[in-house]
């Protein structure tokens, strides 16, 4: 058995963006890693991250004028969404939540997280993050989620978008794909695997995009302007569906980003206040439930 691989931590001390976010602004998708003595990470887990705790989190969203927030669930911690149910408890209204589930969870079990402040769960098709879930226990899991009011949350490549077109088709509920597809920003927009996925988002009311993780898109790096016409083919299609978020702390990486430049690619992709206050107030509002 190989040893499971630690991964690197984040940005000790991201600047301060010049960039001003409106009120209310949600960090669409962030993660919270341990500690590990309190909420212990998973025996079978792909990688081990380095602690990144609910007050990391808090200081940097302080630090970038963040007021709101959605905690996925990440693989380290399994099963367990205590890590991110108690997160939600203390923020008084401003967090909420995507967990991990899977068949063996039950009715009440599932409105218990409901009740949490749980709004989706999510499943990864990444090879290095365990690959393709068992797709019966997808559609159990989809089944048994749909009276909560519940949307899936897909970690799907979009070169994969076509082969899973049925399974995204046939959902009764809503979904977000994650990081744009992962698409390589290199490439540029008229690749194949871009265009699926932006036909995708145009032709499925249901289907929601993060417009998130610019590290893991660019071929320039930093401040990852090649990502952005990428987010700006998606708001031409409709802005009404995406949302933004820092992926902090950024696990598995193969550069750490300075989040303050995360932040400085928002007026880049949107330059019109009125799309902005959609990306970053108004949709995840919306789709997550937060106050209007």
Same mark, same amino acid.
């Given at each position: ?11 000790? @001390? ?71 149910? *108690? ?46 879930? @068992?797709?019966?226990?997808? *559609? ?12 899936? @949350? ?14 995204? @088709? ?55 302007? *090649? ?36 932040? *400085? ?28």
């Amino acid at each position: 058995m190989s040893a499971i691989p630690t991964i690197a931590p984040p940005h000790p @001390d991201p600047r301060a963006p010049d960039f001003v976010l409106p009120p209310r602004t949600c960090d669409s998708h962030c993660h919270i890693f341990g500690p590990d003595n309190r909420y212990p990470y998973a025996a079978e887990r792909p990688y081990t991250p380095p602690d990144a705790p609910l007050d990391m989190l808090q200081a940097l969203h302080a630090r970038l004028r963040i007021e709101r927030a959605v905690i996925v669930n990440a693989t380290p911690h399994g099963r367990d969404n205590r890590v991110v149910t *108690d997160a939600i408890s203390a923020s008084g209204g401003r967090y909420k939540g995507v967990a991990n589930v899977d068949a063996r969870f039950g009715d009440a079990e599932i409105a218990a997280l409901t009740a949490a402040g749980i709004v989706a769960c999510r499943f990864t098709f990444l090879a290095r993050l365990g690959g393709r879930p @068992d797709m019966s226990a997808f *559609d159990q899991v989809v089944r048994r989620i749909a009276p909560h009011g519940w949307h899936v @949350d897909l970690y799907l490549p979009a070169d994969s978008i076509d082969e899973f077109a049925p399974v995204l @088709d046939a959902l009764p509920i809503s979904y977000v794909l994650d990081h744009i597809g992962l698409v390589d920003a290199g490439r540029g927009v008229d690749q194949p695997a871009f265009r699926a996925f932006a036909q995708r988002y145009a032709c499925d009311r249901k289907c929601w995009v993060k417009v998130t993780c610019p590290e893991r898109l660019t071929a320039a790096g930093p401040p990852y302007h *090649d990502v952005a016409p990428f987010a700006r083919r998606l708001i031409e299609i409709d802005p009404d569906r995406l949302l933004w978020g820092t992926d902090w702390p950024h696990p598995n990486v193969k550069a750490m980003p300075d989040d303050g430049d995360l932040v *400085d690619l928002v007026p880049v992709y949107a330059p019109e206040p009125a799309i902005r206050q959609k990306l970053l107030v108004d949709n995840p509002a919306r789709l997550f439930g937060f106050p209007p």
